[in-house]
C-alpha cells in the first residue's frame, strides 16, 4: 500500500472492520465514556495497535516503527468541546535543556520540527467524525512551515483554506503532528471517539522517550 502524505494527512477507509471494532468498543466501553491518556499497555488498544496500527504507520515510517503514545478522545453530548487551530508540538519524553511539562503525571517536551517531522500519528476512528460531530479540520500542506508561531497561525490558515476531514466508522486518519488543526463542538447529539497513537521511526528508537513501547 502506497500513502500519499505530501499534504499532511491521508484517510484511509476499512482499516479495521466492523467485528473487530465492536469487539474493542465492548472491552473498552467504560473508558470509552471518558477518554484517557497513557493508553500503551491497555488492553484492547495495544491489539488494535499491533494489529492494525502499526502495520499501517509502518508503511510510511518504515519496518521497526513503534508507538511512543496513545490517547483515547471521547467527544459525547455530555462531554462536548472545541479545540482552536494549533500543532501537535509535544511528546512524552524528557530531554536535557528542554522545559519538561506533565500531563497526567507523564513528562513531555517539546522537541522542535527536526524530530516532529520525523513522526506520524495515526488516528483509528470508532465513529463517524464529520464536521456535525467534531471531526478534524486541517490546513493542507501547513505541516510544511515547520513550527508555526502562534501569532502567525491566522494567517496559515487564511493561507490555504480548511478542509474537513470526514473519517468514516473503522478508518484510520495518518498525519503529522506539525499539520495545523482543529476541532469543533459537535452539531448533533452523537459521540465521537478516536484512538490517537503517536508513532517513531527506528532511527529514534535511542530518543529519550518516557512512554514508547517498542
Keep these: 500500500m502506497k500513502i500519499d502524505l505530501s499534504c499532511g494527512y491521508s484517510i484511509v477507509d476499512g482499516v479495521v472492520p466492523a467485528g473487530p471494532l465492536a469487539l474493542a468498543m465492548r472491552d473498552l466501553s467504560d473508558k470509552l465514556s471518558h477518554g484517557r491518556r497513557n493508553f500503551l499497555g491497555v488492553h484492547p488498544a495495544d491489539l488494535l ?6 502495520p499501517l504507520a509502518a508503511t510510511v515510517l518504515g519496518d521497526g516503527c513503534f508507538p511512543v503514545s496513545a490517547t483515547l478522545f471521547a467527544k459525547l453530548p455530555s462531554r ?24 497526567d503525571e507523564v513528562p513531555h517536551v517539546q ?27 486541517v490546513i493542507p500542506h501547513s505541516h510544511e512551515r515547520g513550527v508555526i508561531a502562534e501569532k502567525d497561525i491566522p ?13 468514516l466508522q473503522g478508518s484510520v486518519m495518518l498525519m503529522r503532528p506539525l499539520i ?11 459521540v465521537r471517539r478516536v484512538l490517537h497513537v503517536l508513532f517513531a521511526p527506528m532511527s529514534l528508537a535511542s530518543y529519550p522517550w518516557a512512554n514508547a513501547r517498542p
Design 180 to 190: 495545523l488543526h482543529r476541532s469543533r463542538t459537535m452539531k448533533e447529539k452523537n
Design 49 to 54: 495497535v499491533d494489529t492494525f496500527l502499526k
Design 155 to 167: 494567517g496559515a490558515v487564511a493561507e490555504r483554506g480548511a478542509l474537513s476531514t470526514n473519517p
Design 111 to 137: 522537541p522542535g520540527a527536526a524530530i516532529l517531522s520525523m513522526l506520524l500519528a495515526a488516528r483509528l476512528h470508532f465513529d463517524e467524525a464529520g464536521p456535525e460531530t467534531g471531526g478534524l479540520w
Design 80 to 103: 462536548n468541546w472545541s479545540v482552536p487551530w494549533h500543532q501537535d508540538l509535544s511528546v512524552p519524553a524528557v530531554v536535557p535543556d528542554l522545559s519538561v511539562r506533565y500531563k
